[in-house]
């Protein structure tokens, strides 16, 4: 039966505290989850950006 590497394993890290440009450098399996929701927060913004300034050309 095979160990579990090091990189597999939980590292207790509370990822919502690193910032981007570092979490995206990280490899960690247990780093992937907050990767997603970065990911997913940022897009959404940029669809409610979107929303905005189209519904203010259209107030124009």
Same mark, same amino acid.
């Given at each position: 039966? !095979?160990?579990?590497?090091?990189? /597999?394993? %939980?590292? +207790? @890290?509370?990822?919502?505290?690193? %910032?981007?440009? !570092? *979490?995206? +450098?990280?490899?960690?399996?247990? /780093?992937? /989850? !907050?990767? $997603? $929701?970065? #990911?997913?927060? @940022?897009?959404?913004?940029?669809?409610? $950006?979107? !929303? *905005?300034? *189209? #519904? @203010? $050309? #259209? *107030?124009?």
């Amino acid at each position: 039966m !095979e160990k579990p590497t090091a990189a /597999a394993e %939980p590292t +207790g @890290c509370d990822w919502r505290d690193v %910032p981007n440009a !570092e *979490l995206n +450098g990280d490899r960690r399996s247990d /780093a992937y /989850a !907050e990767k $997603r $929701r970065q #990911s997913h927060v @940022c897009s959404n913004v940029a669809n409610r $950006r979107m !929303e *905005l300034v *189209l #519904s @203010c $050309r #259209s *107030l124009s």
